[in-house]
């Protein structure tokens, strides 16, 4: 399984926008969910938002609903799925990370909701929010 996380982090002001992005590839079962965490100093690190392979079914935490969304799409050899973030904030600075947890069985609608489901983890990305 391999992950490529794709430039989208980086320093920007409140209320504007940023767009992460992560590739997978060369994971082995049909179906799985990717997820985005995020890490901010001093804290836990924390489930952000996930998307299932099954059937495209998502999860955004309440602390970021309404602002964030996340997205996919997929060919036969990868996937790539994307974190729009809009309206940000200062509390949104973070390390932000992709995550892979497969399902239990075929057809199974999964979405990652903590660090304890996470099979495999992306490189972080670091967004910065000044306020």
């Known amino acids: 399984l391999r992950f490529s996380c794709r430039r989208g982090g980086g320093l920007v002001q409140a209320g504007e926008s940023l767009r992460l992005s992560c590739i997978v590839s060369g994971f082995s079962f049909a179906n799985y969910a990717i997820g985005w965490f995020r890490q901010a100093p001093g804290k836990e690190r924390e489930g952000v938002s996930s998307?299932?392979?099954?059937?495209?079914?998502?999860?955004?935490a309440d602390s970021v609903k309404g602002r964030f969304s996340i997205s996919s799409t997929r060919d036969n050899a990868k996937n790539t799925v994307y974190l729009q973030m809009s309206s940000l904030k200062s509390e949104d600075t973070a390390l932000y990370f992709c995550?892979?947890?497969?399902?239990?069985?075929?057809?199974?609608?999964?979405?990652?909701?903590?660090?304890?489901?996470?099979?495999?983890w992306g490189k972080g990305t670091l967004v910065t929010v000044s306020s």
């Open positions: 998307i299932s392979s099954n059937d495209d079914s998502t999860w955004i």
């Open positions: 995550a892979y947890a497969k399902s239990p069985r075929p057809g199974h609608t999964t979405l990652i909701f903590s660090a304890d489901q996470v099979e495999v």
